[in-house]
Structure formats: structure tokens, C-alpha cells
């Protein structure tokens, strides 16, 4: 009988035993699953827009937004924000209008197209620095055009009261802008609205060679960005960052720091077209409401 018990005892023992060695196991293995699934976390990319890490003038950061389209409006390609650089502070917005937005655009500016001018003095004026043809339209003249001035304000948080009508503007072969600030230094100009705090820059259509957006000033290595290509620009678009027109694409850069001072990195041109066509359509947003 003593020999039994002494059975049983060392029976349950090695039960006891069992049981914890294979508790021991499994906790074992979910502190490596713990692991894992940790160190796989670290290394996957950070695509949230408003976190997605970047230093200060690299040129290669990119930041993929979920696309936007407002209600009705056409299907169009994938949408995301590429930061180009932080002096100037310039995003470019991939796919920001349809092919049906850019072709209308085009359509109901060409009979009105006349001479570009600059203002010299508070007037217009035909300078040999701007060749190409344009016309402004009214805010919010048709339901198309609401509705691409309120996608602006809803992407730069600036209202739409504060911006100035669209300008539409056409470049033929050879026409350019020369390098140029969008700010104004003289109170005259200033009266209705304030400054120009920023601007926004629709490309209506591709161009088969030239015509970039180039700012000769801007802090930073343009090569840098990815899509740079030295083999695909123009002698123009060479001397600084610059912006390849591609129908659809927005690209939006500040006038002013956040300090209400002028930027001077901001000054910009537009490269004479060597080959096609270039349209395109400019919005100008005041720190005020304009008039």
C-alpha cells in the first residue's frame, strides 16, 4: 500500500511538472511572436501625411495623401502631395484636376486670349520679360469653376474670398516668364486684399520639351528629387528646382514665410517652350479678402 501512494505521488508531481514546462513554452513563444511583430512595425514606413518624417530641405520627401474627390466629380488618377522644398515652402499636388477640368478651362479662356502684361506703376503693361497670351475669369463664374476654387481653399485652408480670380495663360513655342516674385513691394498694388501670400499653379496640359517651373533661388539640391532628371530639362529648368507641366498637376508654393515677410526664394519663372504647347492656370491667394 506505502508503495502505491508513493506511485500516485510521483505521478501527479511529474503532472504538475508537465504542465508548467509547457506553460513556460507557449509564454516563450508570445514573447518572440511580441518581438516580431514589434521589430516588423519599426521597419515598415511611416506613410501618414501629417507625421511622415522629413529633414529640413531634403527634397526627397514624399508625403502620399488619400485621395480627395468632391462629390460628382470625374474619376481620376491616384492623389498625393509631394513636398519639393521648405525655401520656398513648395508642394506639388499629382492629379489635383481631371482631363475634363483642364480641357474645359482651356476651351472657355481661348476667345478671350490677349497679350500678357506686367504692372509697372499700377498699370499693365507689355513687357518683352512676359510672351505669352492670357485672360483672367470671374470667381466663381460657372459651377466647373466653384468647384476648382473650392478645392483650392479646402487644400491651402485659405477662403475663397481671399483669392483672385482664375488667369488662364497659354505659351507658344519660344514664350516665357522671366524669373519673377508673385509678392508685391509696393503698397499700390496692395490695397485690395493685402499681399499675395501664395499661389497656386494648375497645369492644363503636358509639354513635349521646355516650359518648366523653375525657381532659380530655391534652398536645397533639386537632384535630390526624385523624379529629376538632368537628360529631361531644358537649359532653363537647369538652374534651379523645377517643375516639369504636366496636365492636371498643381503645384503650390507660399510667397510669404509664416512670419508675413517675403520670401525671396519664391521667385519664380516659367522656361521658354522649345517644343508643344503649354497651358496653364494661376491662382493668387491674398493675406485679406479681395475685392
Same mark, same amino acid.
Given at each position: 500500500m506505502v508503495k502505491a501512494r508513493h506511485s500516485r505521488v510521483q505521478k501527479s508531481w511529474m503532472t504538475r511538472w508537465s504542465w508548467m514546462f509547457l506553460l513556460s513554452v507557449l509564454t516563450m513563444f508570445m514573447f518572440l511572436l511580441i518581438l516580431l511583430l514589434l521589430a516588423l512595425h519599426l521597419r515598415?514606413?511611416?506613410?501618414?501625411?501629417?507625421? $511622415?518624417?522629413?529633414?529640413?530641405?531634403?527634397?526627397?520627401?514624399?508625403?502620399?495623401?488619400?485621395?480627395?474627390?468632391?462629390?460628382?466629380?470625374?474619376?481620376?488618377?491616384?492623389?498625393?502631395?509631394?513636398?519639393?522644398?521648405?525655401?520656398?515652402? $513648395?508642394?506639388?499636388?499629382?492629379?489635383?484636376?481631371?482631363?475634363?477640368?483642364?480641357?474645359?478651362?482651356?476651351n472657355i479662356a481661348k476667345p478671350n486670349m490677349q497679350k500678357s502684361s506686367v504692372l509697372k506703376s499700377g498699370k499693365p503693361t507689355i513687357s518683352s520679360a512676359r510672351t505669352s497670351f492670357g485672360t483672367f475669369l470671374d470667381r466663381g463664374l460657372d459651377k466647373t469653376v466653384r468647384n476648382i476654387e473650392k478645392r483650392i481653399a479646402d487644400f491651402t485652408h485659405i477662403p475663397v474670398e481671399n483669392g483672385e480670380g482664375l488667369q488662364i495663360l497659354h505659351y507658344e513655342v519660344g514664350q516665357e516668364y522671366v524669373a519673377h516674385p508673385d509678392f508685391f513691394g509696393d503698397e499700390l498694388y496692395t490695397a485690395n486684399g493685402g499681399n499675395r501670400? $501664395?499661389?497656386?499653379?494648375?497645369?492644363?496640359?503636358?509639354?513635349?520639351?521646355?516650359?518648366e517651373t523653375v525657381f532659380p533661388d530655391a534652398k536645397g539640391n533639386s537632384r535630390s528629387v526624385p523624379w529629376w532628371n538632368i537628360n529631361k530639362l531644358s537649359y532653363c529648368a537647369k538652374k534651379g528646382l523645377s517643375?516639369?507641366?504636366?496636365?492636371?498637376? $498643381?503645384?503650390?508654393?507660399?510667397?510669404?514665410?509664416?512670419?508675413?515677410?517675403?520670401?525671396?526664394?519664391?521667385v519664380h519663372g516659367s522656361c521658354p517652350?522649345?517644343?508643344?504647347?503649354?497651358?496653364?492656370?494661376?491662382k493668387w491667394m491674398r493675406i485679406n479678402e479681395f475685392h
Open positions: 515598415m514606413p511611416n506613410t501618414n501625411t501629417s507625421f $511622415a518624417p522629413f529633414e529640413h530641405n531634403h527634397l526627397n520627401s514624399i508625403a502620399r495623401n488619400a485621395s480627395y474627390i468632391s462629390e460628382g466629380e470625374d474619376e481620376q488618377g491616384e492623389q498625393w502631395v509631394e513636398i519639393l522644398s521648405w525655401e520656398p515652402r $513648395a508642394f506639388l499636388y499629382h492629379n489635383f484636376l481631371t482631363k475634363e477640368e483642364c480641357e474645359y478651362l482651356i501670400i $501664395a499661389t497656386m499653379l494648375m497645369y492644363l496640359s503636358d509639354v513635349e520639351e521646355g516650359g517643375i516639369k507641366p504636366k496636365m492636371g498637376n $498643381a503645384l503650390l508654393f507660399w510667397n510669404m514665410r509664416p512670419d508675413a515677410t517675403y520670401d525671396p526664394s519664391s517652350v522649345i517644343k508643344g504647347n503649354k497651358w496653364s492656370c494661376t
